[in-house]
């Protein structure tokens, strides 16, 4: 069974970089397309960035973070990163990583995903 797990969350000021990583265990990592949600207190989870399976030549961001944020992937890792430039207060949300072998090239729908991390938190301070 794929296991996924964040790391990379905190406490940061606006206008830092800070990356979070998500680890893939039990599974292929290169089949998997990947993508990073998040939900902010109060709101809906929503589509952050997602990235396409074995070379990941395709990304896809949601329009809020389009400039902003950066995801990549290492294969000999088993690892998808995403970097997160000039940070905003509005980002501060909980992070979740998400994997599936069935995507192609890349999805931003969240029920199109079959396996989900649990999460790391990342607070913005103005």
């Known amino acids: 069974q794929v296991q996924l797990v964040e790391s990379g969350g905190g406490l940061v000021q606006a206008g830092d970089s800070l990356s979070l990583s998500c680890v893939l265990s039990?599974?292929?990592?290169?089949?998997?397309?990947m993508g990073w949600f998040r939900r902010a207190p109060g709101e809906e989870r929503e589509f952050v960035a997602a990235?396409?399976?074995?070379?990941?030549?395709?990304?896809q961001y949601a329009d809020s973070v389009k400039g902003r944020f950066r995801i990549s992937r290492d294969n000999a890792k088993n690892t998808v990163y995403l970097q997160m430039y000039s940070r905003k207060p509005e980002d501060t949300a909980v992070y979740y990583c998400a994997a599936d072998r069935t995507i192609l090239p890349t999805r931003s729908k969240g029920p199109q995903y079959g396996a989900w991390g649990q999460g790391t938190q990342v607070a913005v301070s103005s």
């Open positions: 990235i396409s399976r074995r070379t990941g030549s395709v990304t």
């Open positions: 039990g599974g292929t990592f290169d089949a998997y397309a």
